[in-house]
């Protein structure tokens, strides 16, 4: 079995976390009412998702 012959530094241990950075979810634009929404996902404002009929009930969550 492997095991580490000396202690990591904090240093070295966390140069592994410094290139991670979070990135922005990817907005598309939607084909029925042409607002902005994240890809894959139905769209907030109308209810659409891939020029289908509506998903969800907007009226009603509103309520």
């Given at each position: 079995?492997?095991v580490p012959k000396g202690?990591?530094?904090?240093?070295?241990?966390?140069?592994?976390?410094?290139?991670?950075?979070?990135?922005?979810?990817?907005?598309?634009?939607?084909?029925?009412?042409?607002?902005?929404?994240?890809?894959?996902?139905?769209?907030?404002?109308?209810?659409?998702?891939?020029?289908?009929?509506?998903v969800l009930d907007l009226?009603?969550?509103?309520?």
């Amino acid at each position: 079995m492997a095991v580490p012959k000396g202690k990591q530094s904090k240093s070295r241990t966390n140069k592994r976390f410094a290139n991670y950075k979070a990135t922005a979810p990817t907005l598309v634009e939607c084909k029925h009412c042409h607002q902005l929404k994240v890809a894959h996902r139905v769209c907030p404002i109308c209810g659409w998702y891939d020029g289908s009929e509506p998903v969800l009930d907007l009226e009603e969550k509103k309520k």
